[in-house]
């Protein structure tokens, strides 16, 4: 089972960026599915997750600006980002686990890095 992330890229602060993660090798529809970051010289944090019925979770600091949804029929979840700051710099990371909680999730994707300029 893999995790495919995508969608990062460069854009000025106020911006907004889309990511996506696919999952292939197996359903994921029931798992619990979501999104940390990692900036340099950072520990790698919480960003939001989505239960397999969509009830979504949040970090205090993007609360009103990101969005997560998924896609159960196409295994993918997303993560719209609006409002961007400098301080959401980072590699985003997805992961997906079948029980309650993502800070030890069986799969993580790659990464893909996102950049806001000032």
Not at 34 to 43: I, L
Request: charged share 15%.
């Amino acid at each position: 089972v893999q995790l495919q992330a995508s969608g990062g890229g460069l854009v000025q602060a106020g911006g907004s960026l889309s990511l996506s993660c696919a999952g292939s090798g197996r359903s994921l529809s029931n798992y619990l599915m979501g999104w940390f970051r990692q900036a340099p010289g950072k520990e790698r944090e919480f960003v939001a997750a989505i239960k397999w019925n969509g009830h979504p979770y949040y970090a205090d600091f993007v609360k009103g600006r990101f969005t997560i949804s998924r896609d159960n029929a196409k295994n993918t979840v997303f993560l719209q980002m609006n409002s961007l700051k400098p301080e959401d710099t980072a590699i985003y990371y997805c992961a997906a686990d079948p029980g309650s909680s993502l800070y030890y999730a069986d799969l993580w994707g790659q990464g893909t890095q996102v950049t806001v300029s000032s």
